[in-house]
């Protein structure tokens, strides 16, 4: 069974520009989760889609947002990135029916010069 | 929001040495996991485990979901597990994981 994808696993971006990441859940799982990992700040909830909504965002700025496709696979974009936007974006994907266990991604390590 | 505690922030051990990490959480839970962060940063699930107890190898972890704490177990260390370790909850009604800040583990040949 495939696991969680993530596309790029790196990406280099200059301040003031849009970032897109991507994620492909497991097979079955209809939630994906986005958490970000930067430098100080442990690792944080960002959004929370299911069934194609949104179901809940962690206190990032709205310039965070992102959505979900008819097979689950989600997008993160990042508007107007400032330089502490740097760090790694963890996927994870569940199934919110079956169990509450989450599955994580490799990750995309995003830079801001 | 619910506090999740991780102790000690950093363990040294020799290989074949055996340890424990404690995870305390401030609210009743409905999910907490153990992870291993690997080098290139992918969190590897090791436990789910709200309650009970339950073992992999050398690995084994306890929650007492009563009491609000897990534990996870390492025996016999191995310089592959080195790392960091998380613990991550959710409350009961949600879903995001809380995480802690982990516990370094450095284990010496």
């Known amino acids: 069974e495939a696991g969680v994808t993530q596309s790029p696993t790196h990406l280099i971006k200059t301040r003031g520009q849009q970032a897109t990441l991507r994620c492909s859940p497991i097979?079955?799982?209809?939630?994906v989760y986005w958490y970000q990992q930067a430098l100080g700040l442990g690792l944080q909830f960002l959004l929370w889609y299911d069934e194609g909504e949104e179901r809940n965002r962690g206190n990032f700025p709205p310039r965070f947002s992102g959505r979900q496709f008819p097979n689950y696979s989600s997008e993160l974009n990042v508007n107007a990135l400032e330089l502490e936007d740097s760090a790694l974006y963890l996927c994870a994907s569940s199934h919110r029916g079956l169990s509450y266990e989450q599955y994580f991604g490799p990750g995309t390590r995003l830079t801001v010069t | 929001g619910i506090q999740v505690e991780q102790s000690p922030p950093d363990l040294i051990l020799q290989e074949g040495a055996n340890s424990t990490l404690r995870c305390n959480f401030s609210d009743s839970v409905n999910n907490l996991q153990w992870f291993h962060q690997n080098p290139w940063g992918q969190l590897i699930n090791l436990f789910y485990i709200p309650s009970g107890t339950k073992q992999n190898g050398r690995l084994s972890a306890t929650t007492v979901a009563t009491e609000r704490y897990s534990l996870l177990y390492i025996s016999s260390s191995q310089t592959t597990d080195s790392g960091v370790y998380f613990c991550?909850?959710?409350?009961?009604?949600?879903?995001?994981?809380?995480f802690g800040a982990g516990t370094t583990v450095t284990v010496r040949a």
């Open positions: 991550a909850v959710s409350p009961r009604g949600d879903y995001k994981l809380s």
């Open positions: 097979s079955g799982h209809t939630s």
